[in-house]
Each structure stands twice: as C-alpha cells, then as structure tokens.
C-alpha cells in the first residue's frame, strides 16, 4: 500500500520501520524536530534519520496546518496514513484525506488512557495489565474504532521503563497486522465504550513532586513510574530537591505525620506515609537509594544518617 506516515520518537521510528519492513511503499514521513522537553529528550530514535536513510522524503513540522503540507499529502496520494506519537491534533483534511483514512498507534488499552504519558499514568494508578491499540482516527482525540489491540500485565516491581520496552516491542507486529487486515478489506473495527475512556495530560516537574498523604504503596508507583531515564519522583529535604530513585513499602507501621524520616528499617529508611498515618496502622514508604541535585546517588542510609526532620513538597 502506499502509505503516509506522521510520527516521532522511538514510538515513530519503530512505526516507520514496521511499514518498510512489510515492503509498504513510504512515499512520505511527518515528524517534530527534537525538543529540550525532558519527556521528548527520552527514547529518541530519529523517525528523519530513518526515511532519510531509506530514501523516503522527510518534512519537519511542529503542527500539521500548513497549506503546504497538505499540498505534499495530496500530491503524495497515499491510501492510508498511519500515526504514532504525532504530539498535536491532526484535522480531518489529513486524516480523511486517503481511500483507507488514519490509522493511529497508542501506548494504552483505549478507551482508558487516551492522551499523553499513558504508561506512567497506568502504573502510578496501579493499572494490571497495559498495551498498545491501534485504531482509525477521528475528530476526537484517541477515540476511533480500534482495529488491534495487545496487552502485556504490569508486575509487581515493574518500572515504566519495563513497561515501555514490553509495550514498543508490540508496535511492529500491530502495525503490520492492522495494515494487512485493512489492505485484504477483512478488517473489523471495533466502535470504542466511552463509557469507560479516560483522558491525561502531558506531564510536568509538578506531576512527579511526592505527596506524602498518598499511601505508601502509591508512592511506591510513582518511584518505579518514574524510573531512569524518566524525570525521577522527589522532594525536598532541607532546601534542596532530593530524588527517590529506590523504594518499597515498609514491613512494618508507622505512625506520625507524613513526610517525616523516622527509622532505619532493614537497608532502608522509613518516610511515615499515608492519609491516616497518625493513627499507625499504615506503612511508611522504606526509601532505599536516593539522588542528590548534584547527581550523586546514594543508599538512603547513607544519606540519611540521622533520623528526624522531614521530607516537605518545597525548598
């Protein structure tokens, strides 16, 4: 099939490879020029070096609604686009433009986890399984009828880097299935339940910032979510920022107010945890390495090296 591709990152090149691999005729690729954003600095595969390196035409855009990308698309005649990780809206111009329409590839079982960051999201929730979907696009974001979907579980230390490596390993053999069923004509689409979609936001500094009111094993989520080479969960203890790079949830109750470093437990330090932690029934997070403003990284019993004080959510 001839087939337009709109994508970036390593998402977007896994992608571009999938429909070169299956012989597809690329006869054009879309995608962002890199960014300093942190989220987009991470698995950066480059979706132009790829074309570019299999003699495929490549145009850098931050936003699709430029006439002279349309123009492109038109003159391209592709019969199908497909789409991964492309960061902005795509208006119905582009992807109602081929015969077969847009097909876009997600990192999330949709309907849940439509939107952005979708597996640190899944793991800070406690989600117990995670995919990859790939459906037709239309006017509303992420919420076409789906075509393929595969879904891997989600282990009890799993880190979003797990996940991630389990989830991208799926995007070859989806975007291949999907674009085999849509060129025999034996694709059946399956309409998504709204009823149970949900939508994220990109993340930020602030969205890894610990609460130390959650529970303890939350915060134990958000650790692994937030796994190298992710922008790691912290706080802040005695003015500086101070990231958690290793946790679990303390054997043991604590009782208190949350945030305080209290007591050694095993290799570890318990932070008191939970919103009922003053009556003692909870665990505490047992944070085990941790990584100064500098870069140093640390047991936590070597960096705590008396207890007391606190671990607050501002200089």
């Known amino acids: ?9 390593t998402w977007g090149y896994r992608t571009l490879r999938a429909l070169i691999d299956a012989g597809h005729e690329v006869v054009l690729v879309v995608t962002h020029p890199k960014s300093d954003h942190a989220y987009e600095k991470i698995w950066d595969d480059s979706v132009a070096e790829l074309a570019e390196a299999n003699g495929i035409r490549a145009l850098l855009r931050n936003r699709p609604d430029d006439p002279e990308l349309l123009a492109e698309l038109k003159a391209a005649e592709p019969e199908l686009i497909v789409a991964n990780n492309w960061r902005t809206w795509l208006p119905p111009e582009i992807f109602d433009l081929p015969p077969h329409g847009t097909l876009n590839v997600h990192d999330s ?7 952005f960051s979708p597996l640190i999201w899944a793991l800070v929730n406690g989600e117990p399984e995670v995919g990859v979907t790939a459906h037709m696009m239309n006017a509303q974001l992420d919420a076409g009828d789906i075509v393929v979907q ?3 579980p989600v282990g009890p230390k799993d880190t979003t880097t797990d996940l991630f490596h389990r989830t991208v390993d799926l995007i070859e053999p989806i975007v291949a299935e999907a674009l085999s069923l849509i060129e025999t004509g034996t694709v059946v689409p399956i309409a998504q339940d709204r009823s149970k979609a949900s ?18 094993a939350d915060i134990d989520r958000l650790v692994r979510a937030q796994s190298d080479p992710y922008p790691n969960a912290f706080a802040y203890h005695r003015g500086a920022r101070l990231r958690i790079v290793g946790a679990s949830v303390s054997a043991g109750h604590y009782g208190g107010t949350p945030g305080r470093i209290f007591i050694k437990e095993g290799d570890g330090v318990v932070i008191v945890a939970g919103p009922e932690a003053r009556r003692g029934h909870s665990p505490g997070l047992l944070v085990e390495r941790v990584r100064t403003e500098d870069g140093t990284e640390l047991a936590a019993a070597d960096y705590f090296t008396t207890m007391g004080g606190y671990l607050t959510d501002r200089p």
């Open 1 to 9: 099939m001839r087939v337009a591709m709109f994508g970036y990152q």
């Open 109 to 115: 079982l949709l309907p849940a986890y439509a939107g």
């Open 150 to 152: 595969r879904a891997v």
């Open 199 to 216: 939508f994220f936001h990109k993340r930020a500094p602030r969205d890894s910032l610990i609460d130390w009111t959650w529970p303890a």
